[in-house]
């Protein structure tokens, strides 16, 4: 994998998926900044860990649903490396419930978190990558954003509402030589899937070809080729990493 670019922002990087394109992309010789929310120490363990492989690492802790905060932590960064060569918006959240017990706020509160965080974070490093006309950006949805999902109208929202975007971004991206594209993983082994019942995983698991959930190190390799050179003439595209679940 290459990489002409030096640095990689992942937003909900203290765990799950986000920790391990964190771990992928600095064993790639990128400098990884790892965003958290509240687990700071999470986050300084991940660290930690980077830098004792030999890596590289920083941590930067902000809420991705507070516009100006995301705003403020991109130009740290450009401040500090003087650029932002890559963006993975990876944090996200459930509110899972029937749509006819759904309150409006329910809906509002993952559409900010999961589609509004998305959109800033991309015009933001759209801003700041076009001025050096070198970036890519990687966003993490969801096959549910793609198949839908009972009990999830707001999270299936926010995430077919991130891949009709990005292929947006992609296009305006394009003229300045920055690219957009998603991940639409399935079901992976992450504290977001550790809660479900075991007849309920069962019963997932008899619809997945390859007959098992995937690990969060599948979708990190995933996002590390879409970032790198090797992938420099795909954008707007949707890779889905979900066991041949939707095909
Ligand atoms: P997770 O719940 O283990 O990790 C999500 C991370 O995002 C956490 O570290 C959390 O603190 C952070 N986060 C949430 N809201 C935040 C905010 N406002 N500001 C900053 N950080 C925030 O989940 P997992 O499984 O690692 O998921 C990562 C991404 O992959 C999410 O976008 C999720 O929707 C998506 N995904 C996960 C699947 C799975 O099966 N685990 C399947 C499809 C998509």
Redesign the pocket.
Known sequence: MHFSGKNVLI??A?????AEIARVLAGYGLKVWI?????AEQADALKAEIEAAGGQAAVIG????DEQAFIDAIKTIVESDGELSYLVN????TKDKLAMRMSVADFEEVIR??LV?AFVGCREALKVMSKKRFGSVVN????VGETGNAGQVNYSAS?GGMIAMTKSFAQEGAPRGIRFNTVT????A????SGLKDQIKEAYIAKIPLGRFGE?KEVAETVAFLLSDGAGYITGETIKVNGGMYM
């Open positions: 937003t909900g203290s765990r799950g998926i986000g965003n958290y929310r509240s687990s902000f809420d991705v649903a990876n944090a996200g959240i978190a999961n965080s993490i949805a969801s096959i995430k993983p399935g079901f992976i992450t504290d977001m899937t969060p």
